[in-house]
């Protein structure tokens, strides 16, 4: 069935270094991805659409120059973090959905837990 | 292999229908639990939370989720469900740190409501 898979599974990295998570449908084409986020004791936020061939669409209080989403191909979506901080230290995952399908579950990658020391 | 599952894959009810959706979890220990809605062309919703405390958790749109330790459930339930409750209903798991997965999602039930 369709998956989608997310990369790396758990990152550390130091406070001001950037950070790419990928985002990739395995067997499917997908127009339109969803970036989340999770800290600790609460539950997924949405923080922006990724459309392929465009600009994402950031969700309030989402900085755009913080959060890059590039999705250049119907496959792969990728979120960076950039000059990461220690309060970006949360759980990243992404969900996508096959296109032309409306009926098609959507499908969820396995997330991504970056710690910023 | 540890797992979030959901007993339906597509509901269909007639408005003021009452509505129970299943959810069961293989993991041991301390759990969160969430049910999320997608509604069609949006993105995911919070509809409740269980962390701890009083099982009968209420939450937004008339919805309301038990979660029972015994049985590893965590159904969700509405008494009378609308035609605007059409969407996909995810339940989820934030399981214990011992498993080493973060955020784990069942795959989703469709719910149509006819009018």
């Known amino acids: 069935g369709a998956v989608v898979s997310q990369h790396p599974s758990r990152v550390i990295c130091k406070s001001g270094t950037s950070v790419k998570i990928e985002c990739r449908s395995l067997d499917f084409q997908a127009t339109t991805m969803f970036w989340y986020r999770q800290f600790p004791k609460q539950s997924l936020m949405l923080m922006a659409t990724s459309n392929e061939g465009s600009k994402a669409t950031y969700e309030q209080g989402v900085e755009k120059d913080k959060f890059l989403i590039n999705h250049a191909s119907l496959t792969l979506s990728t979120l960076t973090v950039t000059s990461a901080h220690p309060e970006d230290s949360s759980f990243y995952i992404c969900s996508a959905r096959e296109e032309g399908f409306n009926n098609s579950p959507l499908h969820f990658g396995n997330g991504t837990r970056l710690t910023v020391t | 292999a540890q797992s979030v599952s959901q007993h339906n894959h597509h509901v269909i009810l007639s408005e003021a229908a009452s509505l129970e959706l299943g959810c069961n979890y293989s993991y041991g220990g301390t759990v969160n639990l969430f049910w999320y809605v997608q509604y069609p062309g949006q993105h995911l919703q919070l509809l409740l939370k269980?962390?701890?405390?009083?099982?009968l958790v209420k939450g937004i749109k008339g919805f309301e989720a038990e979660f029972i330790k015994s049985k590893f459930s965590f159904n969700l339930r509405k008494p009378s469900v609308q035609w605007s409750d059409t969407a996909e209903y995810f339940c989820?798991?934030?399981?214990?740190?011992?498993?080493?997965?973060?955020?784990?999602f069942g795959p989703g039930t469709r719910l149509s409501v006819l009018p």
């Open positions: 269980y962390f701890s405390g009083d099982p």
């Open positions: 989820a798991v934030n399981p214990p740190d011992n498993y080493g997965q973060n955020f784990v």
